[in-house]
């Protein structure tokens, strides 16, 4: 009687510690929205700690798709979390900025609405071609959603 052995095929992982050296750059880098507060003691104590939890989830996923080789896995995880949290986010602000979370005809005529950087993809692309910015909003920072000069910045060539 035989016996087979299947072998399962997966993608080699890196090692926690050659991981955690690819990820120290780019961690610390991407600490920048939280640290400065808690080095200082200024900025809100909530605030800080959801930040550094973000942060420290984003890195701790990242870590593990290095080092387990299961790429898919957390990837979906950190998908499924942000595919949540952005509601949980983009509502209330839409709520406190405007009153309420749809747009009214008079705030979009009038120009009042903050450009979203979710829309970069369908403005950058006429804004390049033909020069013409399709985007009735305000263009310039307003505190929260400032995308659309740096997109005019990055996207500018002189002719």
Not at 27 to 55: K, M, R, V
Not at 71 to 85: E, G, K, N, P, Q
Request: aromatic share 10%; hydrophobic share 55%.
């Amino acid at each position: 009687m035989t016996t087979s052995t299947q072998v399962k095929e997966r993608s080699p992982g890196l090692a926690v510690w050659k991981a955690v050296l690819l990820v120290l750059p780019i961690a610390l880098l991407s600490s920048y929205n939280w640290l400065p507060g808690l080095l200082t003691g200024q900025g809100e104590p909530l605030q800080i700690l959801a930040l550094a939890l973000t942060w420290l989830a984003f890195n701790v996923l990242f870590v593990l798709m290095l080092s387990t080789g299961k790429t898919h896995r957390y990837r979906s995880i950190l998908f499924i979390l942000v595919a949540v949290a952005l509601p949980l986010d983009f509502i209330p602000w839409m709520v406190k900025t405007y009153g309420s979370m749809m747009l009214t005809d008079e705030i979009i005529y009038s120009g009042g609405a903050s450009f979203c950087p979710l829309t970069m993809p369908m403005v950058i692309i006429p804004a390049l071609l033909k020069r013409v910015v399709i985007f009735p909003g305000e263009l310039l920072p307003t505190g929260a959603h400032g995308a659309f000069s740096v997109m005019l910045i990055v996207g500018w060539r002189p002719r």
